[in-house]
């Protein structure tokens, strides 16, 4: 079936430290791939896409690009804040509308 | 505003007692979805609805009832609750026909079954 892994957190970084999350993904069809982030006390929200192999979602600093070949959609950021604290969700489509979830990481940014 | 609307934020309820948590959103989309969160699992889906008068159960449909007669409203229904449904509960939508679109997230239900 349709599944997505992450890498388990906590991830515990000082500010200004080089972020990477893993993701990977199964290969079943051609999914669209997705990182939503939660933060404290609220509901997700799209961080970034990619819609098909080598495209590269980009926004507030972060950046993640569709790997087909190794199945690999990883979250990085160059300079993190604290502001940056959240629990962050990497996802791929399952059928034409749902979304499969991983089970999430945590980022804890200290100043 | 765009947003998802559900109620209530938390709740304490007993084992065996029916309740109700309501969704709403404001965005004309077809598609709406719950979700529940639990520590160490993720996202997991109990059950989606592609347009009025369709639903369809996700990966964990058990104890839970939905219904969707109104293009804005999706009420996920606890027939009889039991202590195994404390979780974190989230509404979603987005727009139909579109399987790259954004799922607009509600703030979350917090319910505890004792």
């Known amino acids: 079936g349709n599944s997505v892994t992450q890498m388990e957190g906590p991830v515990t970084l000082s500010e200004e430290a080089f972020l990477t999350i893993n993701c990977t993904y199964t290969?079943?069809?051609?999914?669209?791939l997705f990182w939503y982030v939660q933060y404290p006390g609220e509901g997700l929200q799209l961080l970034l896409k990619a819609t098909k192999a080598d495209d590269k979602g980009s926004n507030k600093g972060f950046e993640a690009t569709y790997r087909k070949e190794t199945t690999s959609f990883h979250l990085e950021k160059g300079s993190v804040q604290v502001s940056d604290s959240a629990v962050y969700f990497c996802a791929r489509n399952s059928g034409y509308s749902t979304l499969t979830f991983g089970k999430g990481t945590m980022l804890l940014v200290s100043p | 505003e765009a947003q998802v609307t559900q109620n209530p934020r938390y709740l304490i309820t007993v084992t065996g007692k029916k309740l109700t948590v309501t969704c709403s959103q404001n965005m004309n989309h077809e598609y709406m979805s719950w979700y529940r969160q639990d520590p160490g699992l993720g996202l997991r889906q109990i059950y989606y609805?592609?347009?009025?008068?369709?639903?369809d159960k996700g990966d964990v449909p058990e104890g839970y009832k939905v219904s969707r007669k109104e293009k804005r409203n999706f009420p996920l229904i606890l027939e009889s609750p039991s202590p195994n449904q404390t979780s974190l509960y989230f509404c979603?939508?987005?727009?139909?026909?579109?399987?790259?679109?954004?799922?607009?997230f509600g703030e979350g239900s917090r319910l505890t079954v004792l």
């Open positions: 290969a079943t069809g051609y999914p669209s």
């Open positions: 609805s592609m347009n009025v008068e369709v639903t």
């Open positions: 979603a939508s987005k727009e139909g026909g579109m399987s790259t679109g954004e799922l607009f």
